[in-house]
């Protein structure tokens, strides 16, 4: 199995930065071998997809609502995969899930998919104050 800790979520105003953080343990899978998202749900909606690097050649991918303000990263030697947030909206407040995929991703549309990942977080609340 693999265990997905998400730690960096609280309470900023909008316009202002957040940091989090997912460290990934567990000996079923490396780390380097997972290509890995971020996805959030604010109540009462859908879980979305915000971010996603592959495990190969990180080539990311975003969503159209934070492409240009939130950059994903990860660190293959210390397991841990970085959605840095930037100029935060009051519509990114959402509990915020790292996830993992073995199968890896391919394109724009398949790491979008929530079925495409096998290992989840429990969730990191983001607020945002206006």
């Known amino acids: 199995q693999v265990q997905l800790v998400e730690s960096g979520g609280g309470l900023v105003q909008a316009g202002d930065s957040l940091r989090l953080s997912c460290e990934v343990s567990g000996r079923t899978f490396s780390f380097s071998s997972l290509s890995m998202g971020w996805f959030r749900q604010a109540p009462g909606k859908k879980r979305e997809f915000v971010a996603g690097?592959?495990?190969?050649?990180?080539?990311?991918y975003y969503a159209d609502s934070v492409k240009g303000r939130f950059t994903i990263s990860r660190n293959n030697a210390n397991n841990t995969v970085i959605l840095q947030m930037n100029t935060l909206k009051l519509e990114d407040a959402s509990v915020y899930y790292c996830?993992?995929?073995?199968?890896?991703?391919?394109?724009?549309?398949?790491?979008?998919?929530?079925?495409?990942?096998?290992?989840w977080g429990q969730g990191t609340q983001v607020t945002v104050s206006s």
């Open positions: 690097i592959r495990r190969s050649d990180l080539i990311t």
């Open positions: 996830a993992a995929s073995a199968d890896g991703f391919y394109n724009a549309v398949t790491c979008r998919s929530e079925f495409k990942y096998n290992f």
